[in-house]
């Protein structure tokens, strides 16, 4: 067992295929003392990188993820590397998914892709996008990136692509994502399942046009 020097919270972990790099999500807020009340400042948000190959104690690079439009923090909901574990990818509480090259955490981020807000947003009922996947891909890229958010949509994005079909929406349901789970039918599962925000479990087939479900990952 290894511990880890950090003196943060943890929000999630991820872990290359390999099993030799751990990516750590953390946040610190910034409490700010006043005579009248304590109050919970703006703080930060951080991914670590540690070598647990080696098994080493401190972080290899850490990044200061960028904070929302309007200046927040944001809290990390998923974190997961691509299945060559070049791209890291972190879904996001404020409804985006920002893509890192994990080889140069330190530069900025290589892709932002955004899911649109629902009809009647209610901040405090919203928690931005919830669940990752990456999956094999039809097309000519070795993979594409799934996400979940509170538009109601399962999107597809392929990394490097610029064009109008990267984030299309391969399932929606009518509710905010609150998870998904893509199947192999090999095995007799179904294409992909959603769960909604509000308790609803939504199935949906027919997804090899999109995409191509294998066991490696």
């Known amino acids: 067992m290894v511990n880890l020097d950090l003196d943060e919270s943890g929000e999630d972990a991820a872990l290359t295929s390999d099993g030799a790099t751990l ?7 910034v409490r700010n003392k006043t005579k009248a009340a304590e109050t919970t400042g703006r703080g930060d948000s951080y991914v670590h990188l540690f070598d647990v190959a080696r098994e080493l104690r401190q972080s290899q690079s850490i990044c200061t993820l960028e904070r929302s439009k309007e200046g927040a923090r ?6 997961s590397f691509s299945p060559d574990g070049v791209y890291l990818a972190i879904a ?9 090259d994990a080889r140069y955490m330190g530069r900025n981020v290589v892709h932002r892709y955004r899911h649109a807000r629902p ?3 209610e901040e405090q009922n919203h928690f931005g996008v919830v669940q990752l996947e990456w999956v094999h891909s ?3 890229s070795a993979y594409n990136l799934l996400s979940g958010g509170e538009d109601g949509c399962v999107r597809m994005w392929t990394p490097g692509w610029t064009d109008s079909g990267n984030g299309r929406a391969i399932a929606k349901i009518d509710t905010d994502v609150g998870a998904f789970s893509v199947g192999d039918r090999n095995v007799g599962e179904r294409d992909l399942v959603v769960g909604g925000s509000d308790g609803s479990v939504t199935v949906f087939d027919g997804l090899r046009d999109f995409i191509k479900v294998e066991n490696d990952y």
């Not at 944001?74 to 974190?79: D, F, L, P, T, Y």
């Not at 996001?92 to 890192?100: I, K, L, T």
């Open 23 to 29: 990516a750590l999500c953390t946040g610190k807020r």
């Open 74 to 79: 944001v809290e990390v909901n998923r974190a």
């Open 92 to 100: 996001r509480s404020d409804n985006s998914v920002h893509v890192y």
């Open 119 to 121: 009809p009647a947003f």
């Open 138 to 140: 039809t097309t000519r």
